[in-house]
Each structure stands twice: as structure tokens, then as C-alpha cells.
């Protein structure tokens, strides 16, 4: 459910999972990262989803899309378990797993400092702040099949 749906027209305020897993069924890239915040999340793409054989001008260093490039698999990091709420805090302007997902891209989540925030780093880092921040009655997750390491930003200089 995205933060603008109406509980009297879901059909055209919402995404039925079954919508959500077809398209994933037709999408043929190697890499595909689904972030959700939002209630009962973590029963999205039910297990895992598997790799299926059918299925700004920025400018960035050769070395991170080298990096970028290696990884491939399919990773849903979901804000919180099939059967929690994901919390939302007016005093952070975002969700609890929205605004430590978004301080773990801008490199919070960089265990090792090696400058690149990869996808373990990040749900390390997500998992740990959300569930500290919530008492620990909402716990991220991360589902999905990966091979090789999968980067999800680089680190600005002089952080």
C-alpha cells in the first residue's frame, strides 16, 4: 500500500502482490533490489524469488560500475515482518526503516570502509537501527538469491 492508497478504491490506489510478482516474472535483467516500507512487507514475493530463465547526469568512477556490474540476483529488503507494522515517525519525516535505509546509502552502513555500501551491509545496518528504534516490534528483512556482491552506492568523499 503507497502512503497516498484509499481503503474504497485499492484497485486503483494499491499493488496487488500477484501484480508485483508478474512483473518481476518479465523483468530479464541480472540484478533486481525491491526496497518496501510498508505494512506487513516482509510477506512480500512470499520465500524468495528466484532468478528465472524467462523471465541526472551523474558522473561515477569506472571502479564503482565495475563493482556495480558483479553481483547478480534478485534481493527484496522489506521494513518489517509479514505480520508487523511498519512504524512511521513525524519526528524523522519518514518511516523508521525508510529514514536508517536512506543514513545506511549515504554510507552510515559502510562496516567494512571500504567506501561502497553493498546490500549485506545494508540490511546489517537496517536491521540492527530499526529494531533498536522499535523495541524491537519491527524487524526488516531481506529475501532473495544473490551471487557475488551486490553495491548499492558509493560513499561521498569525507565521510
Do not use: W
Not at 518489517?80 to 545506511?104: D, I, M, Q
Request: proline share 4%; with cysteine; aromatic share 8%.
Amino acid at each position: 500500500l503507497p502512503v497516498d492508497a484509499h481503503a474504497d478504491d485499492l484497485y486503483a490506489t494499491a499493488f496487488a502482490m500477484e501484480e508485483v510478482r508478474a512483473i518481476f516474472s518479465r523483468i530479464r535483467s541480472k540484478r533486481l533490489i525491491f526496497i518496501v516500507d510498508s505494512c506487513f512487507s516482509g510477506a512480500a514475493g512470499g520465500r524468495t524469488i528466484a532468478l528465472s530463465p524467462k523471465l541526472r547526469g551523474v558522473k561515477v568512477l569506472d571502479q564503482f560500475l565495475e563493482r556495480m556490474a558483479q553481483g547478480e540476483g534478485r534481493i527484496i529488503l522489506s521494513a518489517s515482518g509479514p505480520a508487523e507494522l511498519s512504524r512511521e515517525e513525524p519526528s524523522l519525516n519518514h518511516g523508521v526503516f525508510t529514514y536508517y535505509l536512506l543514513k545506511a546509502l549515504r554510507g552510515e552502513a559502510d562496516i567494512n570502509r571500504d567506501g561502497y555500501v553493498s546490500v549485506p551491509e545494508t540490511y546489517a545496518y537496517v536491521s540492527q537501527e530499526v529494531s533498536r528504534a522499535t523495541d524491537h516490534k519491527q524487524q526488516p528483512m531481506l529475501k532473495g538469491e544473490q551471487s557475488g556482491e551486490i553495491i548499492l552506492g558509493k560513499v561521498a568523499k569525507g565521510k
